[in-house]
């Protein structure tokens, strides 16, 4: 028997520019179903095909397939049809083409509060939702306690879901959503309402949900996150499925491409007349991609200086800094004589040993006259090694070490 349980094929989504559709809850179509029943059984008449008006492909001829306990993550630009195919597959709209099969109960997390509605308490919402999905009520009562404890409501859950705060809207729906044990779980860009520490409580949640075996796919911009949790990835570039594979080589393919678009003299001042950086690379590097780093060996970085005119008692800084803006490590070289021409200077580490990740070089040259020029370096520097470090992100730390373990006697140690 396959153990296929989601399964598109050609998905197209056409949207015309200047309407919107209109989506149906289900508490809408039960409030309508016993406000007047009929309503129920009439069918909506098509707009009229004629008329000038402009469409749109949201998503164009997608197809993939995910096994049973697969974690997939969905990665691509703003804009690129992710959150639209994973409405079509959530049953919140209706593909324009092709078809998309699913097997197994699901539970999805699209929007801030999704599914729920804001005259209800949190506790009828946890409820309701797990009527939807299927759940038992003495099933719901038995999860009840964790899901409020989880979701940090407790002084709030017989409040109106209309009286909280978007944070606490997506804290109770994610903790609703993964405590309720769906088959196969939807999640899109949402963690991004909540506060780091419950970004960090959600992502291990989500980890003891994949290792008991439920399908999961997940949208996000955070490819740390993507790479913690995901085993493999599919990339919608423009409403299609540009490519899809193992994570770290996926992701990487992203991360140079999303580098690579923007120009290096983005966001400088080359007003100096004395001299400016023009680029920057890894030297002889392996892959032959001059900012993508694969290795935990030794890394030797060029950053390429157009020297307009005879420059004496320079100082160089080069700065690293995370997605995040911390500062991981500087150096400088003092005293520097520099002549006409292009220089290229030459960095040589015996590791770089980060978690992988988008990273930003920062260089600069100062004179007794004071700033000659400063540059944060484009295109970003990727490190794209295989994570080594603890499973939990929340205990990963920042650096990416190889280590080994052993159990020895203590008489042995001595």
Known sequence: MSNIVIRAENLSKRYRIGERERYLALRDVLTRAFSIPSRLFRLRAPSSPNGN??????????????????????????????????????????????????RGRMGTLLEVGTGFHPELTGRENTFLSGAILGMSKTEIHRKFDEIVAFAEVEKFIDTPLKHYSSGMQMRLAFAVAAHLEPEILLIDEVLSVGDLEFQKKCLGKMGEVAKGGRTIIFVSHQMNQIRRLCDRVLWIDAGQLRCQGLTSEISTQYEAASSGRRSLQEGRDNSSVKTYHENWEI????????????????????????????????????????????????????????????????????????????????????????????????????????????????????????????????????
């Open 53 to 102: 008006h402009s469409h749109i492909w949201a998503l164009k001829d997608v197809s993939f397939e995910i096994s049973q306990g697969e974690v997939v993550g969905m990665i691509g630009r703003n804009g690129a049809g992710k959150s639209t195919l994973l409405k079509i597959l959530a049953r919140v709209t209706k593909p324009t083409g092709g078809c998309a099969e699913i």
């Open 283 to 414: 030297l002889e590097s392996p892959g032959g991609l001059p900012n993508i780093f694969d290795s935990f060996g030794p890394i030797t970085i060029g950053f390429t200086v157009k020297v307009m005119q005879p420059l004496r008692n320079v100082q160089h800084g080069l700065f690293l800094y995370s997605a995040d803006r911390q500062l991981l490590w500087g150096t400088e070289i003092n005293g520097l004589q520099l002549p006409v021409g292009k220089q290229v200077f030459v960095h040589r580490l015996p590791m770089l040993p980060l978690r992988p990740g988008a990273y930003t070089w920062r260089v600069n040259l100062y004179d007794d006259d004071g700033l000659i020029d400063d540059w944060e370096c484009l295109p970003e520097l990727v490190v794209a090694t295989k994570p080594v470090t603890h499973s939990k992100d929340e205990w990963a730390g920042i650096l990416n070490m190889a280590s080994s373990f052993s159990v020895t006697p203590l008489d042995d140690i001595r």
